[in-house]
């Protein structure tokens, strides 16, 4: 379906290239997986099967792309968008119409689908991605899993042969993340539809896929089967990484297998000599006999006639990591919003320091909150890394190079000259956090903020965290990213239609439940064990 035959991709104004001599088959009727670092090239190599790379972002492609046998060099996206479907990092940027429904139906449009078939299509997709009672809904309203899921549902609308997708789960909890990725192995099994997706959370879709593609530093490529490949890889997902710990051959993919390899180990762990798993993951215990240093009485938030935050009591103690959980569409974004003081209020109020930031400057709200929303690029308007760093540190009254520092900390390898817009999704948030820190604000908030980040990067965002909550600041982040919570959290909310409906540790709450249990906790199910820093360190203290 799909051949890359020496394919090399620099970018304009780059000096090296962003994918070098890669050749590689991809079957039809797999699905095949797209993994590497932040900024290592995987949306590069999706513009490059679906013909954006370099008709549309401009560059030199060296090599040859097929598609179905078409050859991208001579046939532009638009000659070959009857063969495929692509869904982007950021759903809002590609949508052009207004309303949920008009959405789907625009690309069987252009296709010249006729209207019976459009009308069936747009039914049979609203039901596969669990969408339809969103049909009428403004696209701008949405929450961002919900808007992913209808770009993914309009993409399938036009019946591609090849369907591609950039982090199409990033953004989705993990039970609407499971459901699309069963309804996209569904069409792969029994339409013999072929998916390429690249994807962070390879914990999420590794079980799945039939192909593995790895993009290494330097833009070099290894493809295979799965095992092979991810043999090769360095960080891997939580299953894989504690499979090598066990000493597990051959190493399980999903949790089920890995279930069956795990009585032997569960025994180890249970000894009395092992040693239990720390209360909490975070830097700093939060003095709960101390005043909040954010407290929320009543807080509600309405769109119109939909109410999207209930009458909302919620406190925050300095020193704390508190992750926001639930469905999407379940009010975390816009609570994040309205405790951030710029988001719609309708009723309720928000202290921090005696002081609501809705009723203060923005300079002065920045140092008593910071927020760094779903969608970074919001947040950014220079024409550099630089300039950006430059502004936060003038803004926010601090030393220059402290917002400069700060991103180095993040992501070390990011240059200055580049053009913001020109970062991956995931160094683009890790700028924005940059600039928000650069103000030292007393309550940090973070809105998905794993969306595009591989495992180093998120390894060193925990720390970063955890080093804030030790200097006495709050942390509050919503994600639906559970193996990020299992190591960032000592504190779950979890909301629904709106309204808390528990709060308590994390170890107590990320067990409690199938959906939000990490992988460590699935597998280990009778022990309090969610990462595999906690079963190393049980080994490492006494088991047998």
Same mark, same amino acid.
């Given at each position: ?348 109020? $928000? ?8 009723? %203060? /400057?923005?300079? #002065?709200?920045? &140092? @008593? *909150? ?72 007393? $309550? ?8 595009? %980040? /591989?495992?180093? #990067?998120?390894? &060193? @965002? *925990? ?82």
């Amino acid at each position: 379906m799909i051949r890359l035959e020496h394919v090399t991709v620099t970018h304009a104004g780059a000096t090296v290239p962003a994918l070098a001599d890669v050749s590689l088959d991809i079957d039809e009727g797999v699905l095949c997986v797209v993994a590497g670092a932040t900024g290592s090239g995987k949306s590069t190599l999706l513009g490059a099967m679906t013909g954006l790379v370099p008709h549309f972002t401009g560059g030199r492609l060296d090599g040859r792309v097929l598609i179905d046998g078409r050859d991208t060099r001579t046939h532009p996206p638009r000659d070959i968008a009857d063969l495929v479907g692509r869904v982007g990092q950021d759903p809002l940027a590609g949508f052009v119409a207004e309303r949920v429904e008009d959405e789907i139906a625009y690309g069987m449009e252009q296709l010249a689908v006729p209207a019976a078939t459009m009308r069936t299509r747009v039914e049979q997709v609203l039901d596969l991605l669990g969408i339809a009672e969103l049909r009428d809904r403004p696209l701008r309203t949405l929450s961002g899993g919900q808007q992913q899921r209808v770009a993914i549902a309009a993409a399938l609308a036009t019946g591609p042969r090849l369907l591609v997708l950039d982090e199409p789960t990033s953004a989705l909890d993990p039970t609407a993340a499971e459901e699309v990725l069963a309804a996209i192995t569904r069409l792969v099994d029994d339409l013999g539809l072929t998916v390429v997706l690249a994807e962070h959370r390879l914990e999420r879709v590794i079980g799945f896929a039939d192909q593995l593609i790895h993009i290494a530093p330097g833009g070099r490529v290894v493809s295979g089967e799965p095992r092979d490949v991810l043999a090769t890889m360095g960080r891997v997902p939580p299953i894989i990484e504690l499979g090598r710990l066990a000493g597990w051959t051959p190493q399980p993919l999903t949790v089920r297998d890995a279930r069956r390899r795990a009585p032997e180990l569960r025994k180890r762990l249970s000894q009395p000599s092992a040693a239990p798993a720390a209360p909490s993951p975070s830097a700093a215990a939060p003095a709960r006999d101390e005043p909040p240093l954010l407290t929320a009485r009543g807080v509600s938030v309405t769109y119109r006639e939909l109410i999207a935050v209930r009458a909302v009591d919620f406190d925050v103690q300095a020193g704390s990591v508190t992750v926001l959980m639930g469905r999407n569409g379940s009010g975390k974004s816009s609570l994040l919003w309205a405790l951030q003081g710029s988001g719609p209020r309708r009723a309720g109020t $928000v202290s921090m320091a005696g002081q609501d930031p809705a009723r %203060l /400057d923005a300079a #002065a709200a920045r &140092r @008593l *909150v910071g927020l760094v929303p779903q969608s970074p690029s919001d947040l950014l308007y220079r024409e550099t890394v630089s300039a950006e760093c430059h502004q936060a540190d003038h803004e926010s009254g601090a030393p220059a190079g402290t917002c400069r520092s700060l991103l180095g900390r993040l992501l070390p390898h990011v240059d200055d000259d580049r053009h913001p817009r020109d970062l991956s999704e995931g160094e683009r948030l890790a700028l924005v956090l940059a600039i928000q820190l650069a103000a030292s604000p007393r $309550v940090v908030l973070l809105d998905e903020p794993t969306r595009g %980040l /591989d495992y180093d #990067a998120k390894t &060193r @965002l *925990v720390t970063a965290l955890h080093a804030l909550a030790a200097d006495g600041r709050a942390v509050v982040l919503a994600t639906h990213d559970v193996e990020f919570a299992a190591a960032v959290a000592d504190r779950v909310v979890v909301m629904s239609q709106g309204e808390i409906v528990a709060d308590g540790p994390a170890r107590e709450l990320l067990t409690a439940s199938p959906a939000f249990a990490p992988q460590v906790a699935r597998i280990l199910s009778a022990g309090p064990w969610l990462t595999v820093a906690d079963v190393a360190a049980a080994m490492k203290d006494g088991a047998p």
